[in-house]
Protein backbone atom coordinates (compact mmCIF):
# COMPACT_ATOMS: atom_id res chain seq x y z
CA UNK A 1 0.00 0.00 0.00
CA UNK A 2 1.10 2.92 -0.64
CA UNK A 3 1.81 5.80 2.40
CA UNK A 4 -0.23 8.79 3.07
CA UNK A 5 1.97 11.61 3.13
CA UNK A 6 1.51 14.01 6.44
CA UNK A 7 -0.28 16.76 4.15
CA UNK A 8 -3.07 14.66 2.92
CA UNK A 9 -3.69 13.43 7.11
CA UNK A 10 -3.83 17.23 8.00
CA UNK A 11 -6.04 18.02 5.16
CA UNK A 12 -8.44 14.93 5.90
CA UNK A 13 -9.27 16.50 9.16
CA UNK A 14 -10.94 19.21 7.82
CA UNK A 15 -13.19 16.95 5.72
CA UNK A 16 -16.66 15.90 7.87
CA UNK A 17 -19.30 15.76 4.96
CA UNK A 18 -22.25 15.33 7.98
CA UNK A 19 -25.15 17.29 6.90
CA UNK A 20 -28.11 17.32 9.29
CA UNK A 21 -30.56 20.01 10.77
CA UNK A 22 -29.77 20.65 13.96
CA UNK A 23 -25.98 22.90 14.78
CA UNK A 24 -24.17 21.96 17.80
CA UNK A 25 -20.12 22.65 18.28
CA UNK A 26 -18.09 21.04 16.18
CA UNK A 27 -14.78 20.35 18.36
CA UNK A 28 -11.17 20.48 16.64
CA UNK A 29 -8.29 19.34 18.40
CA UNK A 30 -4.72 19.01 16.80
CA UNK A 31 -1.54 17.68 18.67
CA UNK A 32 1.85 18.94 18.16
CA UNK A 33 4.06 16.53 19.92
CA UNK A 34 7.37 15.59 19.66
CA UNK A 35 7.58 12.58 17.01
CA UNK A 36 4.54 13.35 15.40
CA UNK A 37 1.27 15.42 14.95
CA UNK A 38 -2.11 13.61 15.62
CA UNK A 39 -5.41 15.26 15.94
CA UNK A 40 -9.54 14.50 15.62
CA UNK A 41 -12.81 15.96 15.25
CA UNK A 42 -16.21 14.85 16.11
CA UNK A 43 -19.40 16.04 14.53
CA UNK A 44 -22.73 15.35 16.30
CA UNK A 45 -25.96 16.27 14.31
CA UNK A 46 -29.41 15.30 14.94
CA UNK A 47 -32.35 15.40 12.55
CA UNK A 48 -34.70 18.09 14.19
CA UNK A 49 -36.64 16.96 17.05
CA UNK A 50 -36.82 13.26 16.38
CA UNK A 51 -34.37 10.19 17.93
CA UNK A 52 -32.22 10.01 14.72
CA UNK A 53 -29.08 11.64 14.17
CA UNK A 54 -25.74 11.24 12.62
CA UNK A 55 -22.04 10.66 14.56
CA UNK A 56 -19.03 11.31 12.67
CA UNK A 57 -15.60 10.86 14.69
CA UNK A 58 -12.14 11.23 12.11
CA UNK A 59 -8.77 10.57 13.39
CA UNK A 60 -5.38 11.60 11.66
CA UNK A 61 -1.75 10.81 12.83
CA UNK A 62 1.53 11.08 11.06
CA UNK A 63 5.23 11.37 11.82
CA UNK A 64 7.08 14.27 11.31
CA UNK A 65 10.13 12.14 9.93
CA UNK A 66 8.32 9.54 7.88
CA UNK A 67 10.12 6.99 9.50
CA UNK A 68 7.61 4.50 9.72
CA UNK A 69 5.05 5.20 7.13
CA UNK A 70 2.84 2.24 7.79
CA UNK A 71 2.23 4.22 11.14
CA UNK A 72 0.51 7.00 9.35
CA UNK A 73 -3.61 6.89 9.93
CA UNK A 74 -6.21 8.82 8.90
CA UNK A 75 -9.51 7.06 10.21
CA UNK A 76 -12.85 8.10 9.78
CA UNK A 77 -16.40 6.57 11.40
CA UNK A 78 -19.75 7.74 9.83
CA UNK A 79 -22.94 6.28 11.72
CA UNK A 80 -26.64 6.85 12.05
CA UNK A 81 -28.01 6.84 15.18
CA UNK A 82 -31.10 5.90 16.75
CA UNK A 83 -31.89 7.21 20.97
CA UNK A 84 -33.38 4.33 22.79
CA UNK A 85 -33.23 5.79 26.33
CA UNK A 86 -31.69 9.13 27.17
CA UNK A 87 -28.27 9.05 26.92
CA UNK A 88 -28.40 5.49 25.18
CA UNK A 89 -28.28 5.56 21.56
CA UNK A 90 -28.04 2.43 18.90
CA UNK A 91 -25.15 3.28 15.96
CA UNK A 92 -25.16 1.96 12.63
CA UNK A 93 -22.93 2.74 9.79
CA UNK A 94 -19.14 2.27 8.60
CA UNK A 95 -15.32 2.93 9.06
CA UNK A 96 -13.01 3.91 6.11
CA UNK A 97 -10.00 2.64 7.70
CA UNK A 98 -6.13 4.07 5.76
CA UNK A 99 -5.43 -0.18 5.65
CA UNK A 100 -8.88 -1.99 6.49
CA UNK A 101 -11.33 0.66 3.79
CA UNK A 102 -14.75 -0.33 4.03
CA UNK A 103 -15.03 -1.38 8.00
CA UNK A 104 -19.41 -2.05 8.64
CA UNK A 105 -20.12 -1.25 12.05
CA UNK A 106 -22.92 -1.60 14.72
CA UNK A 107 -22.55 -0.59 18.29
CA UNK A 108 -23.83 1.42 20.80
CA UNK A 109 -23.01 5.13 22.35
CA UNK A 110 -23.67 6.17 26.31
CA UNK A 111 -23.16 9.46 27.46
CA UNK A 112 -23.57 10.95 30.85
CA UNK A 113 -23.01 14.94 30.66
CA UNK A 114 -23.45 18.00 32.44
CA UNK A 115 -22.62 21.92 32.39
CA UNK A 116 -18.80 20.86 33.84
CA UNK A 117 -18.19 17.20 32.96
CA UNK A 118 -18.75 14.81 30.12
CA UNK A 119 -18.34 10.39 30.11
CA UNK A 120 -19.04 8.44 27.10
CA UNK A 121 -18.92 5.09 26.42
CA UNK A 122 -18.78 3.42 22.21
CA UNK A 123 -18.42 -0.18 22.11
CA UNK A 124 -19.10 -0.98 18.39
CA UNK A 125 -18.36 -4.23 16.60
CA UNK A 126 -16.82 -3.87 12.93
CA UNK A 127 -17.11 -6.34 10.15
CA UNK A 128 -13.87 -6.72 7.62
CA UNK A 129 -12.15 -9.46 6.65
CA UNK A 130 -12.25 -10.11 10.61
CA UNK A 131 -14.33 -9.78 13.47
CA UNK A 132 -13.05 -6.98 16.02
CA UNK A 133 -14.60 -5.17 19.26
CA UNK A 134 -13.46 -1.48 19.33
CA UNK A 135 -14.43 0.54 22.42
CA UNK A 136 -13.58 4.13 22.69
CA UNK A 137 -14.13 5.40 26.27
CA UNK A 138 -13.87 9.32 27.01
CA UNK A 139 -14.08 11.28 30.54
CA UNK A 140 -14.29 15.12 30.36
CA UNK A 141 -14.06 17.61 33.32
CA UNK A 142 -14.28 21.44 32.97
CA UNK A 143 -13.87 22.96 36.39
CA UNK A 144 -15.14 27.02 35.76
CA UNK A 145 -12.81 29.92 36.78
CA UNK A 146 -15.31 32.69 35.30
CA UNK A 147 -18.09 33.12 33.37
CA UNK A 148 -15.94 32.60 29.97
CA UNK A 149 -12.58 30.79 31.20
CA UNK A 150 -12.55 27.08 33.07
CA UNK A 151 -10.12 24.63 32.92
CA UNK A 152 -9.67 21.35 30.90
CA UNK A 153 -8.78 17.84 31.30
CA UNK A 154 -9.42 14.70 29.33
CA UNK A 155 -8.87 11.00 29.49
CA UNK A 156 -10.13 9.25 26.28
CA UNK A 157 -8.57 5.81 25.58
CA UNK A 158 -9.68 3.04 22.55
CA UNK A 159 -8.79 -0.61 22.24
CA UNK A 160 -9.71 -2.98 19.15
CA UNK A 161 -9.73 -6.46 19.82
CA UNK A 162 -9.56 -8.83 16.85
CA UNK A 163 -12.26 -11.12 18.25
CA UNK A 164 -11.28 -13.80 15.05
CA UNK A 165 -8.05 -14.10 16.24
CA UNK A 166 -8.41 -13.26 19.91
CA UNK A 167 -5.45 -10.95 19.70
CA UNK A 168 -4.69 -7.23 20.62
CA UNK A 169 -5.11 -5.00 17.32
CA UNK A 170 -4.78 -1.19 17.88
CA UNK A 171 -5.53 0.73 21.19
CA UNK A 172 -4.12 4.13 22.57
CA UNK A 173 -4.44 6.53 25.70
CA UNK A 174 -4.80 10.44 25.41
CA UNK A 175 -4.46 12.76 28.19
CA UNK A 176 -5.26 16.25 27.86
CA UNK A 177 -5.04 19.58 30.67
CA UNK A 178 -5.50 22.88 29.29
CA UNK A 179 -7.27 25.90 30.19
CA UNK A 180 -10.31 27.24 28.09
CA UNK A 181 -11.32 30.85 26.68
CA UNK A 182 -14.68 30.67 25.19
CA UNK A 183 -14.63 28.48 22.59
CA UNK A 184 -10.41 27.74 22.38
CA UNK A 185 -8.60 25.66 24.83
CA UNK A 186 -4.78 25.16 24.66
CA UNK A 187 -2.68 23.09 26.92
CA UNK A 188 -0.34 20.10 27.02
CA UNK A 189 -1.28 16.80 25.46
CA UNK A 190 0.20 12.96 25.54
CA UNK A 191 -0.72 10.03 23.83
CA UNK A 192 0.30 6.20 23.79
CA UNK A 193 -0.18 4.20 20.50
CA UNK A 194 -0.11 0.67 20.81
CA UNK A 195 0.08 -1.36 17.63
CA UNK A 196 -0.55 -4.95 16.67
CA UNK A 197 -0.77 -8.38 18.45
CA UNK A 198 2.43 -7.42 20.67
CA UNK A 199 1.31 -4.35 21.36
CA UNK A 200 4.04 -1.98 20.53
CA UNK A 201 3.54 1.44 21.41
CA UNK A 202 4.61 4.93 20.40
CA UNK A 203 4.31 8.09 22.62
CA UNK A 204 3.82 11.39 22.01
CA UNK A 205 4.06 14.48 24.35
CA UNK A 206 3.70 18.09 22.94
CA UNK A 207 1.30 21.59 22.97
CA UNK A 208 -2.66 20.98 21.57
CA UNK A 209 -4.94 23.10 20.40
CA UNK A 210 -8.92 22.94 20.58
CA UNK A 211 -11.16 24.65 19.16
CA UNK A 212 -14.93 24.77 19.28
CA UNK A 213 -16.60 25.75 16.25
CA UNK A 214 -20.29 26.60 16.27
Known amino acids: ?84 IPGLRVAGGAGFHFLNGFVPQL ?22 AHRSLATIGIAELRPRLSDKHSLYFKVQSLYIRNLTAGLHERSFL ?18 RDFYGSDANYKDNAGIFIRYNFQ
Open 107 to 128: GLQWQKAGPRYMVALNPTLEFS
Open 1 to 84: MKPIPVRILIGALFSVGVLAAQQRPIPVELLFGHQRIQGQITTVRSFGKGPFGLFNLNILAGDYANANKSENEVVSNLQLTAQV
Open 174 to 191: LLRAGATWGSFTPGLGFN
